[in-house]
């Protein structure tokens, strides 16, 4: 508690990440809450899971846009579950979240599950080509995949890094612990916290 | 020229998508550019391939990036190319983009050159299962696949809703054509042109 309570207003962190599509949802969204409040924060888990279809009167998923960006305005900070989500890159739905908040000129960290590289993760689902004229390695539909060492897309990576200086952190969760495994997401906590509150 | 001309001042429209991977990003960033200009538009592409790593001082990821961002933040407008990408959704970069520009308070509009739902895509690259406890069809990590009748995650298609009234325009390109057919795009022009301006 006591980054909070020192500056007396306890920031709030947006949990973006497709961990909303797991099984157990609810119950790793109350455990990351709990992690934001042992570091001096209040976390804010995302309302996929808890918007009642029968008590909105538009549309669910609209429902659920406009909770989600409600939370994402009110935040101070987010810290984004970026691991690769059916391919080689990040889940778009955090993604989105990512780019909004920088947008809206919060703080933003990141994490991912697994440490490779853009092109070695591409390469585990797609047979690349090494294109000699320019210079890339290109994939089945001969689009040149990025090759800066960064974890995924540099509009990604570098958006971690220009607005908080702080790459994504990667980290090799166990294969069957892959959407559970916090480690790195407690180092995004770790870092959030030494941060310097951004000014509004 | 007119809709532009009209009001004074032409708008510009920020040109996101995976194009910039195309071995011939520079043809189909130009071939742009004149459609925006025969809708009286300014059309901004990103820099990706128009940077001399010679002529930079920080990393080239890192010069790219800022100079999408300058960009971005220049645009009144943003089109976004979300053909699916390396999986059933967009290219990541682009989604950011979008995420970006819905936070800066732009228009976006959006195309995807495969018009299928976000369920049947996904079933087409992973073995899905229905959860009776969820009610939901789940992909081969128990993750549910949002079912909403949506192209692509629902902060996608809603934010183009939310904040431009015109959902992702569906057309189902030739395959080997899937990223150079420009007829979604020339529909996004469409909408863009017959738009209310936003008040900046």
Redesign the interface.
């Known amino acids: 508690m006591i980054h909070g309570e020192a500056r007396g207003q306890v920031r709030k962190i947006y949990l973006a990440g497709?961990d909303v599509?797991?099984?157990d949802a609810v119950a790793i969204g109350r455990r990351k809450k709990e992690l934001c409040d042992q570091y001096g924060f209040e976390g804010l888990f995302p309302f996929d899971n808890e918007i009642d279809p029968n008590q909105v009167r538009e549309?669910?998923?609209?429902a659920?846009?406009?909770a989600?960006?409600k939370m994402l305005r009110g935040a101070d900070i987010g810290i984004c579950n970026l691991t690769p989500f059916?391919?080689?890159?990040?889940?778009?739905?955090t993604?989105?979240?990512?780019?909004?908040?920088?947008?809206?000129g919060k703080q933003v960290f990141g994490y991912t599950n697994i440490a490779a590289d853009l092109l070695d993760r591409?390469k585990l689902?797609?047979k690349l080509t090494f294109?000699p004229s320019?210079q890339a390695w290109?994939?089945s539909?001969?689009?040149?995949?990025?090759n800066?060492g960064?974890a995924?897309?540099?509009?990604?990576?570098?958006?971690l890094?220009?607005h908080t200086g702080r790459p994504i952190v990667r980290h090799n969760a166990r294969p069957d612990d892959?959407?559970h495994d916090l480690a790195g997401f407690e180092a995004c906590l770790r870092l959030a916290a030494a941060a310097e509150p951004k000014s509004r």
């Not at 993604?95 to 809206?104: D, P, Y």
């Not at 539909?141 to 990025?146: K, L, R």
């Open positions: 497709p599509f797991l099984p549309r669910l998923d609209r659920i846009y406009r989600n960006v059916r391919g080689p890159s990040a889940d778009v739905g993604v989105f979240e990512l780019g909004m908040l920088v947008g809206l591409t689902v797609d294109d320019r290109c994939d539909n001969n689009m040149t995949v990025e800066f960064n995924d897309n540099l509009m990604i990576d570098d958006s890094i220009e892959l959407f």
